[in-house]
T-cell receptor
Framework: EPEVTQTPSHQVTQMGQEVILRCVPI?????FYWYRQILGQKVEFLVS????????KSEIFDDQFSVERPDGSNFTLKIRSTKLEDSAMYFC????????????FGQGTRLTVV | EDKVVQSPLSLVVHEGDTVTLNCSYE??????LLWYKQEKKAPTFLFML????IEKKSGRLSSILDKKELFSILNITATQTGDSAIYLC??????????FGKGTSLLVTP
């Protein structure tokens, strides 16, 4: 069964460092997303990406964040200068349609900022 | 502001019990409601509901949506220890984002 894969599974970084989280969405999907889940809190939407551009972003997705689809398969989330409060589980998801269809989630990258 | 509220927040039942999980929502331009199961990491998809009154069923799990009263329920019959997880309700509107509730943590004891 096709799945969304994310690497690394766990990343520890020092405050102020840049991190890149990587995702390979399901191959025939066109819509890509990043969500995050701070420990003990709900899953929160960060950004969606379609047709090589951001289609929607939340208030969380400020200038420190960026996304890219550098080739036909990878989808990345970059955090430019990490803060302690960026520590969370980051989920990549993809879907075949914009609405009325399920989004499939990857296993997540646990980011710990120290 | 859009809201998705799940209840109860946590639940402990014995194997074989039937449970009902609730999700109420206030969302502008509602399009769909989705249920996910989150065991260790990734939310895994269970159901998507778009139409009122039509039950979706998969084995011991079923779900129904009431668009007039703005809620959905997820039923699990004959629960097993493997059903222990956090169950997430998420609502999609005319945009791209899914708005998640805080989840219901279900523990099924032997």
């Amino acid at each position: 069964e096709p799945e969304v894969t994310q690497t690394p599974s766990h990343q520890v970084t020092q405050m102020g460092q840049e991190v890149i989280l990587r995702c390979v969405p399901i191959s025939n999907h066109l819509y890509f997303y990043w969500y995050r889940q701070i420990l003990g809190q709900k899953v929160e939407f960060l950004v969606s990406f379609y047709n090589n551009e951001i289609s929607e972003k939340s208030e969380i997705f400020d200038d420190q964040f960026s996304v890219e689809r550098p080739d036909g398969s990878n989808f990345t989330l970059k955090i430019r200068s990490t803060k302690l409060e960026d520590s969370a589980m980051y989920f990549c998801a993809s879907s075949s349609q914009k609405t009325n269809t399920e989004a499939f989630f990857g296993q997540g990258t646990r980011l710990t900022v120290v | 502001e859009d809201k998705v509220v799940q209840s109860p927040l946590s639940l402990v039942v014995h194997e074989g019990d039937t449970v009902t999980l609730n999700c109420s929502y206030e969302v502008t331009n509602f399009r769909s409601l989705l249920w996910y199961k989150q065991e260790k990491k990734a939310p895994t998809f269970l159901f998507m509901l778009t139409s009122s009154g039509i039950e979706k069923k998969s084995g011991r799990l079923s779900s129904i949506l009431d668009k007039k009263e703005l809620f959905s329920i997820l039923n699990i019959t004959a629960t097993q220890t493997g059903d222990s997880a956090i169950y997430l309700c998420a609502v999609g509107n005319s945009g791209y984002a899914l708005n998640f509730g805080k989840g219901t943590s279900l523990l099924v004891t032997p």
